[in-house]
């Protein structure tokens, strides 16, 4: 098992920057794929990004591509999210995911931790 705690959500300008941590507990965290999904009030949770377990391969969801960029550090049993250009439909609660196995999705349901929530709020 893993438990994830994420970290670093905030209000930010639009166009500004924000640095999301989710740092995992348990072992072999680099069997884990991770995800992170966002959700806005009243809208369904999305697939924003993920990276394999060794940090190699990684997906991002179109909306974010060139912006937001996932990255690990097996060492410390964190993987980050960093979102530059910050938008106003940027904000939501971002939670990040953990799945066994290298294989990239996008679906929740192929997730089987799940952290709690940050939330970033972007002004206009």
């Known amino acids: 098992q893993v438990q994830l705690l994420e970290s670093g959500g905030d209000l930010v300008q639009g166009g500004g920057s924000l640095r999301l941590s989710c740092a995992a507990s348990?072992?072999?965290?680099?069997?884990?794929?991770i995800g992170w999904f966002r959700q806005a009030p009243g809208k369904e949770r999305t697939f924003v990004a993920g990276i394999g377990g060794s940090g190699r391969s990684t997906l991002y969801a179109d909306s974010v591509k060139g912006r937001f960029i996932i990255s690990r550090d097996n060492g410390k049993n964190t993987v980050f999210l960093q979102m530059n250009s910050l938008k106003p439909e940027d904000s939501a609660d971002y939670y990040c995911?953990?799945?066994?196995?290298?294989?990239?999705?996008?679906?929740?349901?192929?997730?089987?931790?799940w952290g709690r929530g940050t939330q970033v709020t972007v002004s206009s």
């Open positions: 995911a953990a799945r066994v196995g290298t294989a990239l999705r996008r679906l929740q349901s192929d997730y089987s931790y």
């Open positions: 348990g072992r072999s965290f680099s069997d884990y794929a």
